[in-house]
């Protein structure tokens, strides 16, 4: 009896010392973390600040403020990805809002969903709010321009697939809505070398 408890024992011990285990930490969520090589939020955040400071600093604001007396009122479109890997580009459109919002001389509408969420909720309140805070019908702020864009990528991958280079190209452009004319482009290039090593660390 005492040899089978002391073997279920140390079986006990192997068994949960095999099993695989993480360890989880909390970060800035502005720390650079490249675990794949792949696109990422730093990436994100990277891009869009840069595009922001360099669409902002082009004369196409200044000339709208001085000839209509108000900031241009923005919508952020679609970004496509045509790279040949996933990119939640809402991460991206939302970090160009963000940039946006807080610069305090662009304002930004809601996009073509959220708009359709609040035009229902608009509706709603025509029926079950009450008269004081009833939201008016057909005063939507239209917007002067819209930003769409694309990020593409080309991969080179060596012979023996242990290094990777990842070229990632990001076009946006910020159109007037009444005329089609661009106002601004915006070019911003990411190039990442991925060296995979094995197990032991070793290349």
Known sequence: MKYLLTFALITGLMVTGCRPSNKVS??????????????NDT???????????DSMTKPWLNQFSRNNSRNPVVIVGTVRNESMEHIDTEVFTKEIERAFVNSGSVTVVASRDERQEIREE????????????????????????????????????????????????INMELINVETNAKVWIGNEKIKKLVERRNYRGYP
Do not use: H
């Open 26 to 39: 909390r970060i800035d969520p502005t720390t650079t973390t490249d675990l794949s090589g792949r696109w």
């Open 122 to 169: 608009r509706v709603d309140q025509q029926t079950n709010a009450s008269y004081e805070s009833t939201k008016r019908m057909a005063q939507e702020l239209g917007a002067d321009f819209m930003m769409i864009g694309n990020i593409s990528s080309v991969v080179d991958e060596s012979a023996d697939e242990r290094t990777v280079a990842i070229f990632y190209t």
């Open 43 to 53: 990436d994100a955040r990277m891009v869009s600040e840069k595009m922001i400071n």
